[in-house]
């Protein structure tokens, strides 16, 4: 198969298409033949060095694919409702970029009706992640307030249409006006532009001085002071990036007095058995929405996957508006 490599750690031209042997669906997995591809910001940590896959993961980036099953585990798949020829899009820890990947079957879910591969391509990582650090770890609630920070970003788009879906009012930040229009036209309430406003005041002023009840952090660094301030009593910060830095300074009184929660995951490393629990709520919440439209994805451009250093560029440059795929 042909399979997108990292020759060594850097720059983006350090991708290159090559032969790689094709893969077996083991057991639990079923193999994928790959139409698209989603691109994420873990990939870029992954190929300048910073990111190594988990242990038994290809070192072939790429954490989501989209594409038809063309063979896997039989008892494994039935259990799932899943068959040979099935159109599907998965989560996968690593090995998305290539012609074929295999997938554990409890990560797999049916491409929603009415989508095209590459659409579905660009929604496992967004809505696995959103759904585990908005709703399960952040527990926002109807009626609640959401602060989205990087609202543009394949994750920001993602989790304000969710958190919108779901009821709550939501907050987003993004770093030009072109993004906060962007933001305010997927659903979120209000848009903040990080470089000519301070987001914790406006968020204070934007919710009467209460403070927002969850925020989804992909800065932390010094962000994280500014977000325990403007967080409302029993808040909840999140944390599922370190973009500005690991080292964070804050207030632990506000933490006391205002009953608060920081916390923060990676999901990557995670177990197959908590990945498909992820994988069950959106099948039964989130996919119904995707089919209906009432969520949908954010495709911000297409490469041809053998382009793939250009996807990286592009990513990195920080320019784009959800999500960027490559097609095979």
């Not at 554990?104 to 009706?113: D, R, W």
Request: glycine share 12%.
């Amino acid at each position: 198969m042909k399979a997108i490599e990292i020759t060594r750690p850097g720059a983006p031209e350090v991708l290159r298409l090559g032969e790689r042997p094709d893969p077996a669906a083991g057991p639990g997995e079923v193999l994928i033949r790959v139409a698209a591809s989603g691109v994420n910001r873990p990939d870029v940590l992954q190929r300048a060095g910073h990111y190594p896959p988990p242990p038994g993961a290809p070192d072939i980036p790429g954490l989501e694919v989209a594409g038809e099953i063309v063979s896997g585990d039989a008892p494994a798949m039935a259990r799932a409702g899943l068959q040979v020829g099935q159109a599907v899009c998965a989560l996968v820890a690593g090995g998305g970029y290539a012609e074929l990947c295999a997938a554990p079957v409890g990560q797999c879910l049916p491409v929603p009706g009415g989508l095209t591969p590459v659409e579905a391509a660009s929604l496992p990582e967004t809505f696995f992640t959103v759904w585990s650090n908005v709703f399960d770890r952040g527990r926002l609630q109807p009626g609640e307030t959401l602060l989205v920070q990087g609202g543009s970003s394949g994750i920001g788009v993602t989790a304000i249409q969710l958190a919108k879906a779901f009821g709550a009012t939501v907050l987003a930040t993004a770093g030009s006006d072109e993004k906060c229009a962007a933001c305010l036209k997927l659903g979120a309430d209000h848009a903040i532009n990080y470089r000519t406003q301070d987001f914790a005041e406006e968020a204070r002023r934007l919710t009467g001085g209460r403070g927002v009840d969850v925020i989804l952090d992909m800065v932390a660094g010094d962000y994280v002071a500014r977000e325990v301030g403007c967080l409302a009593e029993d808040g909840r910060l999140v944390i599922i990036a370190v973009q500005g830095g690991v080292r964070s300074g804050f207030d632990a009184g506000l933490v006391l007095r205002r009953r608060l929660t920081v916390t923060g995951s990676t999901l990557r490393p995670r177990p197959v058995a908590f990945k498909a629990a992820i994988a069950a709520s959106l099948r039964e919440k989130a996919w119904p929405l995707l089919a209906s439209g009432a969520v949908r994805p954010v495709v911000h451009r297409v490469f041809p996957a053998a382009e793939a250093a250009r996807a990286h560029e592009l990513m990195e440059s920080n320019r784009h508006i959800g999500k960027i795929v490559l097609a095979w």
